[in-house]
T-cell receptor, first 111, second 112 residues
Framework: KQEVTQIPAALSVPEGENLVLNCSFT??????LQWFRQDPGKGLTSLLL?????REQTSGRLNASLDKSSGRSTLYIAASQPGDSATYLC??????????FGTGTRLQVFP | EAGVVQSPRYKIIEKKQPVAFWCNPI?????LYWYRQNLGQGPELLIR????????DSQLPKDRFSAERLKGVDSTLKIQPAELGDSAVYLC??????????FGPGTRLTVL
């Protein structure tokens, strides 16, 4: 059974810091991995999607890497801003169309 | 383009009462998902529709939960009767041919 774990569960950093969020999964048989952002009281917004054959994806200040063989992914946020404060979830796609989510990392960036 | 619409946004009911949630996906999206998100956890898939067909309902507690997607557009998720443990956020998502799922804001259910 696929299990997805995210570390740390919560993180508080001053504005401007570069930071790394970690995601690990137990079964390397995945189609892709996605990072989502969830703001309080709102749904999830997809940030980056990495196909199983890819090693990384970049969007603006965000960079996500994937090491499928070791079951790990990282989300790197450069020059963090207060607007980055949210919960970040990673999810792996298994079977034909099923996402398995981690428990998330709650990020707070203070001015 | 309008996103995924869900209603109501919040619902408070007493246990054993019925409750229903409604979802309108993004226009043209054939695939629709219902997820349940417990506090401090990631979403868990309840049911997935391809057009009007439920193709994965293995995680749906069928004794009290039911869902339908008439005409392959809007969908309704129902709980009858609700239990205390059903308190959670119920998220609807939709997708087209791409891998990206677009989520609605969710319905926060509180069962007293």
């Amino acid at each position: 059974k696929q299990e997805v774990t995210q570390i740390p569960a919560a993180l508080s950093v001053p504005e401007g810091e570069n930071l790394v969020l970690n995601c690990s999964f137990t079964d390397s048989a995945i189609y892709n991995l996605q990072w989502f952002r969830q703001d309080p009281g709102k749904g999830l917004t997809s940030l980056l999607l990495i196909q199983s054959s890819q090693r990384e994806q970049t969007s603006g200040r965000l960079n996500a890497s994937l090491d499928k063989s070791s079951g790990r992914s990282t989300l790197y946020i450069a020059a963090s801003q207060p607007g980055d404060s949210a919960t970040y979830l990673c999810a792996v796609k298994v079977d034909t169309d099923k996402l398995i989510f981690g428990t998330g990392t709650r990020l707070q960036v203070f001015p | 383009e309008a996103g995924v619409v869900q209603s109501p946004r919040y619902k408070i009911i007493e246990k054993k009462q019925p409750v229903a949630f409604w979802c309108n996906p993004i226009s043209g999206h054939n695939t629709l998902y219902w997820y349940r998100q417990n506090l401090g956890q990631g979403p868990e898939l309840l049911i997935r529709y391809e057009n009007e067909e439920a193709v994965d309902d293995s995680q749906l507690p069928k004794d009290r939960f039911s869902a339908e997607r008439l005409k392959g557009v809007d969908s309704t998720l129902k709980i009858q009767p609700a239990e205390l443990g059903d308190s959670a956020v119920y998220l609807c998502a939709s997708s087209s041919a791409t891998d990206t799922q677009y989520f609605g804001p969710g319905t926060r259910l509180t069962v007293l």
